[in-house]
């Protein structure tokens, strides 16, 4: 039962366009999510996170907005930039667990 | 501080084979993951241990597969036998039990022929 999905497995955007990655999650006690990128041969890495108790949060060029009533989050990427080009995790955790349930991922692939 | 630690990087072993995994966590966190990367699955979240204790090994697939942590800085996981839809990109990962990022090592890519 995959409790976090990312139904698009990649995304391909032009540099200086807005990437946009999609996550949805069904488990209503995840009270914190957070964006993790990978590039190949290395682990994932932090990027940016939001409590529950907030919509948007806002990191230079990354946003994320969540929607707690549609159990959705996106993250903004905004002018897009080669170097952006990984696979981005949505990942959730509840705070009366220790558990930290990642998605699939999708892969973002920026052109010049 | 090194961050967390893998080890091997690589591994490629013959099916029926044990097989086991390394893991350092950084310094001071006393929450760790194992995940297991595959393309249907994403990150699948394998065990996870808080001060030591496992906490919920739900995600662990076969009897095949167990995890120890015997101190706060060392974690193994070992598949015995391996066979090869075991064949993926381990990974662990610690954080602070306050926190909720987590950091991660540079996984160990497992292939059993």
């Known amino acids: 039962d995959q409790q976090v999905k990312q139904n698009s497995p990649s995304l391909s955007v032009q540099e200086g366009r807005i990437s946009i990655l999609n996550c949805d999650y069904t488990n209503s006690m995840f009270d914190y999510f957070l964006w993790y990128k990978k590039y190949p041969a290395e682990g994932p890495t932090f990027l940016i996170s939001?409590?529950?108790?907030?919509d948007k949060n806002e990191d230079g060029r990354f946003t994320v907005f969540l929607n707690k009533s549609a159990k959705h989050l996106s993250l903004h990427i905004v002018p897009s930039q080669p170097g952006d080009s990984a696979v981005y995790f949505c990942a959730a955790s509840a705070r009366n667990t220790d558990k930290l349930i990642f998605g699939t991922g999708t892969r973002l692939q920026v052109f010049p | 501080d090194a961050g967390v630690i893998q080890s091997p990087r690589h591994e490629v072993t013959e099916m029926g084979q044990e097989v086991t995994l390394r893991c350092k966590p950084i310094s001071g966190h006393n929450s760790l993951f194992w995940y297991r990367q595959t393309m249907m699955r994403g990150l699948e979240l394998l065990i996870y241990f808080n001060n030591n204790v496992p906490i919920d090994d739900s995600g662990m697939p076969e009897d095949r597969f167990s995890a120890k942590m015997p101190n706060a800085s060392f974690s193994t996981l070992k598949i015995q036998p391996s066979e090869p839809r075991d064949s993926a990109v381990y990974f662990c990962?610690?954080?602070?039990?306050?926190?909720?990022?987590?950091?991660f090592g540079q996984g160990t890519r497992l292939t059993v022929v």
């Open positions: 939001i409590s529950s108790i907030k």
């Open positions: 990962a610690s954080r602070l039990e306050q926190d909720f990022e987590a950091f």
